[in-house]
């Protein structure tokens, strides 16, 4: 898009971190370092790139159940309900469940939004297609401001009613029509980190040379010309052959730009990529960054990562299920059902703390044996459906008791009734 054609597209409008749009075609002009920042050339920052694909990764593995209400606040799934399949396996024809939901979790986590449109046979979606990342909301078209979502189809402006969209907004100042984008926020922090990795490049690209000029009496055109060939050019670029050179009749080399240590490129590499974490909620050891004097493992680690858990994709995942069960579900299947992630699979992974959740979830009558071992993908065994509870708590003042000894009645004596009040 044109400088022209945005500026008459956006004329007299206050634009905010939720038009994505507009950043999209114009942030990158304005950064401090100058450096322009696109939804592609950001991924080219390896810390932005982990921390989307983080979510987007994490989203896309996670089992995505539906289940129905029943009695007494219980729950069952419901695999034949038809939003269940759209959902988990095939929200289209040509995506899987986990493709579809990584693709629109990366978006949320990039832009701020997650869009795709909806197919619809009455009040049923049948199938959902992603939307291009520029998707906005507009009102500006109708006088009696009715939200619509505008996107580019092959050059044309496409506009769709806000029940044909599924549209899940990321973190918002209050009413909003569009998430914040990240994106959009961390532009000056991109830019910068894409300036040094830039000029790191180019560092390297001149072999570790210095800038500079040469400083010595003057010289004619041809003077100039055998100069460049015999002193610059075998010592300029990647490729340079000459290292070590002879200036004669009073030349000096002066150098003009800082040296690497000067310029702190390492500090300041390692600060980017803290700072990016920053915008994205992400642990820096999440995106392979550790500080110094850390290391990567280590009980420390692991609450760090439970902290993610807990306050970053915990709060990520909820905003995706509440805008299914909003935007998806037909509104008179919504008091009986609902979509929700398998937040347990993430324990998969980890066999020694899935196995130490499922032994207590057991030995405290909140599973059965059977279903401890359905969350560790083994075959029921018979008798493993009674809840259990370990019965080994007795009261303190009966502690280094013995119970008494039963006395067994001779033969054909009766058998001795229990008091029950006996203590």
């Known amino acids: 898009m044109s400088v022209l054609s945005l500026s008459r597209k956006w004329l007299g409008k206050v634009i905010g971190l939720e038009d994505g749009e507009f950043f999209s075609a114009y942030y990158g002009g304005s950064t401090w370092a100058g450096k322009a920042v696109t939804e592609e050339n950001s991924l080219n920052s390896s810390a932005w790139w982990r921390c989307v694909r983080l979510y987007a990764d994490v989203v896309g593995a996670l089992p995505f159940k539906f289940y129905e209400r029943v009695t007494d606040d219980d729950r069952q799934q419901a695999p034949k309900h038809y939003v269940s399949g759209l959902i988990g396996n095939e929200p289209n024809d040509y995506q899987t469940g986990p493709e579809f939901w990584s693709g629109l979790a990366a978006g949320l986590a990039m832009c701020g939004n997650g869009l795709a449109e909806k197919k619809m046979i009455g009040p049923r979606v049948i199938e959902l297609h992603p939307l291009p990342l520029g998707t906005a909301a507009d009102r500006s078209r109708n006088r009696?401001?009715?939200?619509?979502?505008?996107?580019?189809?092959?050059?044309?402006?496409?506009?769709?009613?806000?029940?044909?969209?599924?549209?899940?907004?990321?973190?918002?100042?209050?009413?909003?029509?569009?998430?914040?984008?990240?994106?959009?926020?961390?532009?000056?922090?991109?830019?910068?980190?894409?300036?040094?990795?830039?000029?790191?490049?180019?560092?390297?690209?001149?072999?570790?040379?210095?800038?500079?000029?040469?400083?010595?009496?003057?010289?004619?055109?041809?003077?100039?010309?055998?100069?460049?060939?015999?002193?610059?050019?075998?010592?300029?670029?990647?490729?340079?052959?000459?290292?070590?050179?002879?200036?004669?009749?009073?030349?000096?080399?002066?150098?003009?730009?800082?040296?690497?240590?000067d310029?702190?490129?390492?500090?300041?590499?390692?600060?980017?990529?803290?700072?990016?974490?920053?915008?994205?909620?992400?642990?820096?050891?999440?995106?392979?960054?550790?500080?110094?004097?850390?290391?990567?493992?280590?009980?420390?680690?692991?609450?760090?990562?439970?902290?993610?858990?807990?306050?970053?994709?915990?709060?990520?995942?909820?905003?995706?299920?509440?805008?299914?069960?909003?935007?998806?579900?037909?509104?008179?299947?919504?008091?009986?059902?609902?979509?929700?992630?398998?937040?347990g699979a993430l324990l998969r992974t980890d066999s020694a703390a899935q196995a130490e959740v499922v032994n207590k979830l057991v030995q405290t009558a909140q599973l059965t044996p059977n279903e401890g071992r359905r969350l560790r993908n083994m075959p029921k065994q018979e008798g493993g459906d009674v809840l259990l509870v370990n019965s080994t708590l007795v009261p303190l003042k009966s502690v280094g008791q013995r119970p008494p000894a039963k006395v067994q009645p001779a033969p054909g004596e009766p058998i001795p009734q229990e008091d029950d009040d006996e203590e």
């Open 144 to 261: 009696d401001r009715r939200l619509e979502y505008r996107y580019t189809d092959r050059g044309k402006d496409e506009w769709l009613p806000p029940e044909k969209v599924f549209h899940v907004r990321g973190f918002t100042l209050g009413k909003a029509d569009m998430g914040l984008s990240p994106l959009g926020a961390a532009r000056q922090s991109l830019s910068i980190a894409l300036a040094t990795e830039e000029a790191v490049g180019r560092t390297f690209a001149q072999g570790m040379r210095a800038s500079g000029f040469f400083t010595g009496p003057k010289l004619n055109a041809d003077q100039r010309k055998d100069f460049k060939t015999t002193f610059i050019d075998p010592i300029v670029g990647n490729d340079a052959q000459a290292h070590y050179g002879i200036l004669e009749n009073g030349f000096d080399f002066k150098p003009i730009n800082i040296n690497p240590r």
């Open 263 to 343: 310029a702190e490129m390492l500090v300041s590499r390692r600060f980017n990529v803290e700072d990016i974490c920053r915008f994205m909620g992400v642990p820096p050891i999440l995106a392979g960054h550790a500080s110094e004097g850390q290391t990567a493992w280590g009980t420390g680690i692991e609450a760090i990562i439970n902290q993610w858990l807990t306050s970053g994709l915990n709060s990520f995942l909820t905003n995706i299920e509440k805008a299914v069960n909003k935007r998806i579900i037909a509104p008179l299947d919504k008091p009986q059902y609902y979509a929700e992630f398998e937040r």
